[in-house]
């Protein structure tokens, strides 16, 4: 009985601590209509300042508190709505969670740069742990006491707050309907901006007590994912009733803890579903509760998106494919291998091209179907041991089929999810996946086999052979990924132009009309999210074969967040963006972090500004998402435009061909470096539309005015006939 009171009463405190944190997250969903995935990382950075207030600074705990809750939370929420969130009405739920994730990245960058990672970080309970009292045989904590008080006192005010206060009602108007609201005298900005500061106030002060409870250790990654679980708590009262998160929250901290008890302890299943509860238990009320009915009308939004013909695709990919190639005789052997790594980032990421650009359905988790396809790949595809260890083609296409068929036993049960609430779904699988696949070291037997499915806790995946081609050499490796990239794309392109692609695009606009016409939106979701799975688990075997070994940290829920939040950047609705999002996540970030860190060892003088520079470029990196709600479209939408307009200036396309040659030339020749090279030739890529702008403006002789035509310039028989055309007379016509 002891046993049973004592895991129920932690039960009860972790659940108190999840409440505190799905309180903030309902409170901003209702008053702003964004569902902030960037909540745990608030709550990491204001427990961090706690943190370094108390032990670094020695400041009293009560001033602390005062500091961080009172001051640090809600401004920084504040400053949230101020600078992103306001701006991102009218654009679609993707580009919404894409900003918060973005915020959530740069968040935990920030933090790994303030604080290092590789020192200890401790949080003390309050008062002290020897600080407790002892009922019914169980000892409990004042701390643990401090949790409990504090999750009713905040349930009941902000069921108050939003039932019986004119604030509260104001506040959910500002989502419901802003211009009513304005038309009242209030002003819902103010009201939205007001939750958003409650909302991060929320969230600090759940992290500032989760910590303690968890073991006292701050580590930037787990503590965001940590408040993270509080997901589930939100999704009981499905983002609206605070007293049903109040419910959900005790389950999920109850059942977390009876796992830890009555399960046997052996091995490390039980320890792993302990961590993977909180994503199960969000997955199974996701598909349980009740949907919103179908959109019945098209919402308008302001990305925009050209789809390109067959032909195109096929001849930018010849194009891709010749200039990679030549590109490839400036780099070395490791600089090959980087860029083939980022290829095959770039063939994950058209998984969500097809799956969130063409069919408006989303995926937060396009690393787990990879990390699905890698395990399969290396248990029924590798041949030989050792050095003369091979991957099959037989191996790699099991692996495409598995994750394929993964990926429609992951959609069947979320089919009727649509928006957030699938987004929701796909990121609880990612992590379920990452928590007990990913993590299993044990043996296992079935049907007489015994296998592991992490031996170690890593897997060494060979390169694939397949007769004469061996993805040993790099050059190889990376020609075949770039190969496979463009082919990809040409039949995406085709899909997108036949009736299925139209048909998945009728359904990004309309749902309810799609399905009023006739089509099967069950069938077409299975399809489609079949389809971006089984690109996922092409791109992630090829991804591991180039990585050689990979373990668990190789397939994130961080990382698959990066890859698709540098995708919509780049523009989700592109094959190009998904080129240009894929190489940046596999290659551009790393790459320049690495050099930058190179570089600090090399020259200890300047080693604090070159790290720093490192640290700089990912927090720019989130500071690129973050801005996204501007630009929609992505950036690859505006060079895309401004090369179409670039038609007439032919003069300034073949000048800087020419000099592409030249600066070629000179670095193949080893005149210049091939970083110098490679700066020089993206710097012409983006400059050179604005240039083109410029020569054709110059060019152009602009006409006069109409209601100045006989002041500025004489009145003649053209002029005359002109404004006979421009007004529609029957004489300029004839003219």
Same mark, same amino acid.
């Given at each position: 009985m002891t046993t049973f009171l004592t895991y129920t009463i932690l039960g009860l405190v972790l659940g108190s601590v999840y409440s505190i944190a799905a309180s903030g997250l309902v409170l901003t969903y209702n008053t702003s209509g964004i569902f902030n995935f960037a909540h745990g990382a608030q709550a990491m950075f204001g427990t961090f300042l706690y943190w370094h207030f108390t032990e670094r600074w020695g400041w009293p705990v009560w001033l602390a508190l005062i500091v961080v809750i009172g001051v640090v939370g809600p401004a920084m929420g504040a400053a949230l709505h101020a600078a992103i969130m306001?701006?991102?009405?009218?654009?679609?739920?993707?580009?919404?969670?894409?900003?918060?994730?973005?915020?959530?990245?740069?968040?935990?960058?920030?933090?790994?740069?303030?604080?290092?990672?590789?020192?200890?970080?401790?949080?003390?309970?309050?008062?002290?742990?020897?600080?407790?009292?002892?009922? $019914?045989?169980?000892?409990?904590?004042?701390?643990?006491?401090?949790?409990?008080?504090?999750?009713?006192?905040?349930?009941?005010?902000?069921?108050?707050?939003?039932?019986?206060?004119?604030?509260?009602?104001?506040?959910?108007?500002?989502?419901?309907?802003?211009?009513?609201?304005?038309?009242? %005298? =209030?002003?819902?900005?103010?009201?939205?901006?007001?939750?958003?500061?409650?909302?991060?106030?929320? $969230?600090?002060?759940?992290?500032?007590?989760?910590?303690?409870?968890?073991?006292?250790?701050?580590?930037?990654?787990?503590?965001?994912?940590?408040?993270?679980?509080?997901?589930?708590?939100?999704?009981? %009262?499905?983002?609206?009733?605070?007293?049903?998160?109040?419910?959900?929250?005790?389950?999920?901290?109850?059942?977390?803890n009876y796992v830890l008890a009555y399960l046997p302890s052996a091995g490390t299943f039980t320890g792993n579903l302990r961590v993977s509860l909180p994503m199960i238990l969000l997955f199974v009320v996701l598909v349980v509760l009740p949907q919103d009915r179908l959109r019945g009308a098209a919402i308008r939004t302001r990305e925009r998106y050209r789809v390109p013909t067959v032909r195109s695709a096929a001849v930018w990919g010849l194009v891709l494919v010749a200039v990679v190639y030549l590109y490839s005789l400036l780099l070395s052997d490791g600089a090959i291998t980087t860029f083939s790594l980022g290829m095959t980032f770039a063939i994950i990421a058209l998984s969500l091209t097809v799956l969130t650009g063409y069919a408006g359905e989303l995926n937060l988790a396009p690393l787990a179907f990879g990390a699905v396809a890698t395990v399969v790949a290396f248990h029924a595809g590798v041949e030989g041991s050792g050095l003369a260890a091979r991957m099959n083609i037989q191996g790699v296409l099991l692996a495409v089929a598995a994750a394929a068929l993964v990926g429609g036993l992951v959609a069947l049960p979320a089919l009727r999810l649509r928006g957030l609430y699938l987004a929701l779904a796909t990121m609880a699988f990612g992590e379920f996946l990452s928590n007990m696949v990913l993590r299993d070291t044990t043996e296992h037997e079935l049907f007489g086999m015994k296998f592991t499915l992490f031996p170690d806790g890593s897997l060494v995946v060979p390169p694939l052979k397949v007769g004469p081609l061996d993805l040993r050499n790099g050059t190889t490796s990376l020609m075949t990924a770039t190969v496979l990239f463009a082919l990809i794309a040409v039949g995406l392109a085709a899909l997108r132009g036949s009736g299925y692609g139209r048909r998945l695009a009728a359904m990004k606009d309309s749902p309810a009309a799609s399905a009023m016409l006739g089509q099967n939106l069950v069938r077409l979701k299975l399809s489609v999210f079949m389809i971006s799975a089984a690109i996922a688990g092409l791109g992630g075997v090829l991804m591991s074969s180039a990585t050689g070994t990979v373990a668990q940290d190789n397939f994130t829920f961080i990382g698959s967040l990066a890859l698709l939040m540098l995708v919509v950047v780049a523009g989700i609705g592109y094959l190009s963006g998904a080129l240009?999002?894929?190489?940046?996540?596999?290659?551009?970030?790393?790459?320049?972090?690495?050099?930058?860190?190179?570089?600090?060892?090399?020259?200890?003088?300047?080693?604090?500004?070159?790290?720093?520079?490192? =640290?700089?470029?990912?927090?720019?990196?989130?500071?690129?998402?973050?801005?996204?709600?501007?630009?929609?479209? %992505?950036?690859? =939408?505006?060079?895309?435009?401004?090369?179409?307009?670039?038609?007439?200036?032919?003069?300034?396309?073949?000048?800087?061909?020419?000099?592409?040659?030249?600066?070629?030339?000179?670095?193949? +020749?080893?005149?210049?470096?091939?970083? +110098?090279?490679?700066?020089?030739?993206?710097?012409?890529?983006?400059?050179?539309?604005?240039?083109?702008?410029?020569?054709?403006?110059?060019?152009?002789?602009?006409?006069?005015?109409?209601?100045?035509?006989?002041?500025?310039?004489?009145?003649?028989?053209?002029?005359?006939?002109?404004?006979?055309?421009?007004?529609?007379?029957?004489?300029? $016509?004839?003219?």
């Open positions: 306001k701006g991102l009405r009218g654009t679609a739920d993707v580009t919404k969670i894409i900003v918060t994730v973005a915020v959530l990245l740069g968040t935990v960058y920030l933090a790994q740069w303030v604080w290092n990672p590789d020192e200890a970080h401790t949080v003390d309970m309050f008062f002290g742990a020897g600080a407790k009292i002892t009922l $019914a045989g169980v000892v409990i904590r004042y701390h643990e006491i401090v949790c409990l008080v504090a999750a009713v006192a905040i349930a009941v005010g902000l069921r108050v707050l939003f039932t019986r206060s004119r604030a509260g009602v104001v506040m959910r108007g500002s989502v419901d309907d802003p211009d009513l609201l304005r038309l009242n %005298g =209030h002003d819902p900005e103010r009201a939205a901006m007001l939750s958003w500061a409650l909302g991060s106030t929320l $969230a600090v002060l759940a992290g500032v007590l989760i910590v303690p409870i968890s073991g006292g250790g701050l580590d930037a990654n787990m503590l965001t994912l940590l408040v993270i679980d509080a997901f589930a708590a939100a999704m009981f %009262g499905r983002l609206r009733s605070i007293p049903r998160t109040f419910v959900g929250a005790m389950v999920l901290g109850l059942a977390a240009v999002g894929g190489l940046m996540a596999g290659v551009g970030s790393a790459v320049l972090v690495s050099t930058f860190s190179d570089l600090a060892l090399e020259n200890e003088g300047m080693a604090t500004i070159y790290k720093a520079l490192g =640290h700089l470029v990912l927090v720019g990196t989130a500071l690129v998402g973050m801005g996204v709600g501007r630009n929609p479209s %992505g950036f690859v =939408h505006d060079v895309i435009e401004g090369y179409r307009a670039m038609r007439e200036a032919r003069p300034v396309l073949y000048g800087a061909g020419a000099l592409g040659v030249v600066l070629y030339v000179l670095a193949l +020749t080893g005149v210049i470096g091939t970083w +110098t090279f490679a700066l020089v030739a993206l710097c012409v890529v983006f400059l050179l539309p604005v240039i083109g702008r410029m020569y054709l403006e110059e060019g152009r002789t602009r006409p006069t005015p109409l209601e100045l035509i006989g002041v500025d310039e004489p009145y003649t028989e053209e002029l005359r006939a002109r404004l006979d055309r421009e007004l529609g007379l029957k004489g300029g $016509a004839r003219a």
